[in-house]
Every structure is written in structure tokens, then in C-alpha cells.
DNA sequence: CGAATGACCGGAAATGAAAAACGGTCATTT
DNA sequence: AAATGACCGTTTTTCATTTCCGGTCATTCG
């Protein structure tokens, strides 16, 4: 395997155990069997290793999330299976759950800064869907973005926020009751 | 005015002014002009004390919000109203507004369980609004529990959020324009 | 005599100086 | 030419000391 790769590898290890912050380049450089100025010769500094780890894993989760949805499948069928598939990575993805810990407790600002991008990127997925149902003429014409934001916000609401705050998560039957019978009643033509 | 009512009036204003944690008991005993031991004849200790000043913070959102609806109205109407009512209270009242940031930036618990409870009662406020609409046959049976969550949630995503992750917030109408053809639109009879 | 007070108490938080750790560099080695 | 790790300046952690604060209660006051 190629020095690049080694060091990818190492730093995916080391930061999905520890996070960012408690992840030193001295670490990584153990890990991987290199010396910490061979790093350096492929990522300018920490948060471009850091980067070029996150770019990894938001395509993982992508494809997963594709791997959600069945061909052919209604609009709202698939774009349910891909947000919980979306929403379990979240939590079990070992680095995205770290990354949100992190996020919270230590405030880390290059983590932040990173869990904003990833649900940005998330959003424009959802919006490209849309888009693409709305041409498919199974959803009618909309504002994508404002629309893929309701959506996914929605989803984090009952997903994520729902158990904080109530002595019970809900069920994933609840929440595609809710939805069918409100947003997605009035989304689909 | 009567000693209990001083020293309400004092940590009104100097939870206000500077939060629960940077607010003394000293201090409060000396704006009300009374001995700090005069405080712990009318109040058990400090978050007794704050969560009283909480009671009549909720009571005045109440009142505001029940204002900002016309009666007879239609409820998508009254509905927005209030809930854009609540959500203008939430960053302009002085103490809500201080509150919503130590509770972030300093995350003092008892600040924190305190704004969890106030989101509580905003729900179950919708909540009953919701129920209310159902028995004028102006909304369709529903979770409203459910519901009253994720109406709440959507405008604070839009209201709120939004305009942390891009560079213009939602105008007043693009808000309207979106839930009215996409919650409400489903919920109404 | 009962309500009010503020000096006082113990634990928690702020302070600051010294030590350790870290990201990044670059002269040296391989 | 590529790889390395000792080294540098800065940031972060540590920890002993001091200060501060919520809450109490013996004393004072009306």
C-alpha cells in the first residue's frame, strides 16, 4: 500500500477513536509508519488530512444512502429510506458520531465548520432528488432548497430532537404517518 | 410596594441585564434594598427565585401571543401569527434573549433545563390550539402532540436557522408561501 | 417577639505562572 | 529525491493560591 493511503487510513483510525482535537500528527504518523514530515509532503496541514477524511466519508454515507432506495420506487418511499439511512449513518458511523460529540462538547471549530458542510451537502442531495422527482413529474414544482431544508429539518425533529426531550423515541411507523399525511401528502401531484 | 415584590422586580432585572450565573444574590439583595437573608424568607435559593421570574416571563409570552390573533380568524391565520408572536418574544424579550445565549455559549444547566421547559410549553401551548381547531371542525383529527412538535420545529428552522447557514434570512411571506402549501395545506379541512 | 440583616462558612470558581504538548519546519539521513 | 525526527514558537494543560458566591444563623432592629 502506498505511503498516501497509510496515512489516510491511520488518521481515519485515529480520529474516528479520538476525534479531531485529541488526534495528534505525531499519532497519525506512528500509525501509519511514517515520519510526521512525510504527512506533510501530501496534506498541507491537519485540517486538509482532516478534510480529505471527511470528503471519504460523506461519499460512503452517499452511497449508502443510494443503497436505500429501490428502483423504480414511489418518490416518497425512497426519499424516506434514504433520510433514515442518512440518519442511521449519522449515529453509527463511528467518525460522524465522534464528530458530533465533539462538535457539541468541545465546540472544536474545524469540527463545526465540517458538520455544517456535511448537512449542507446533505440538504443539496435531497434537493437534487426533488429536483429530479419534480422532472419525473411525481412531485409537483417547488422550491427545492427551501423544501429539501423542511424536509430534512423535519426529519432531525423527529429522528434525533423527539427522544431528548420525551421519555420514549418514536417509531419510524409514527414518523412516516406524520409525514405521508402532512408534508409529503401535499409535495406529491 | 411589598418586599417580595422588590426583590422580583431586582432579579428581573439583573437576570435581564446579566444572566443567572453572573447574577448574585448580593447584588440582587442590594438593587432591592434588602438584606440578602430577607431574599431566603420569600425564596427557598437562587433558582427558586429564577424560575419565578421564568413564570411571569412565560405568562407575558402567553399574553403577547394570544394578541397576535384576531378572533374569528381563520386558524392557518391565527396559527402563524402566534407562533411568529412566540418566535419575535424569543430573541427581542431582554431576558429570553440573554437566556438563549448562556444557555449556549455558557450552558449553564439550570439555564438550560429552563429553556427546555419554556420550548415544552410553547408545544403544548400549539398543542392545545391545535385540539381547540379540531373541535371547530376547522382542522383534521390528528396527533396533535405530534404535530404542535413539528409545526413548532418548522418555523424555528425556517424563522431561526436559516439564516445561520445562509446569507439572507426567510422573508415573512416565503415562510407563509411554504408551510401553507405544504403543513397547513394537509392539515386543514 | 418576630422579621430583617450581614458577617461568616465551606465549597466552587477564577487566576496566573510554570510545565507540557502540539502543529509545523527543515537540516540531516537514507 | 524522498523520508525523517529533533527542534521551534505557540498554545494548552496543570495546579497551587486566591477570590467569590450561595446559603446560614446569631444578632439586631422595629
Known sequence: MDRRTEILQAAAKSFSLFGYKATTMDQVAKIANVGKGTIYTFFANKEELFNAIVVGMIEEMRTEAEAAAVPGAPFEENAHARLMS?????????????????????????????????????????????????????????????????????????????????????????IIDLLSSTIFKSLLC
Not at 440538504?123 to 417547488?142: D, L, S, Y
Not at 420514549?168 to 409514527?174: F, I, S, W
Request: include cysteine.
Open 86 to 174: 442518512i440518519l442511521k449513518f449519522r449515529t453509527t458511523h463511528q467518525l460522524y458520531a465522534k464528530l458530533i460529540d465533539e462538535g457539541k462538547e468541545i465546540r472544536t471549530p474545524a469540527v463545526q465548520e465540517v458538520l455544517a458542510d456535511i448537512e449542507a451537502q446533505i440538504v443539496q442531495f435531497i434537493a437534487e432528488k426533488i429536483e429530479k422527482g419534480i422532472m419525473r413529474g411525481e412531485v409537483k414544482p417547488c422550491n427545492t432548497d427551501l423544501v429539501a431544508y423542511l424536509l430534512f429539518k423535519s426529519y432531525m425533529a423527529l429522528v434525533v430532537d423527539w427522544g431528548k426531550t420525551h421519555d420514549r423515541e418514536l417509531a419510524e411507523t409514527e
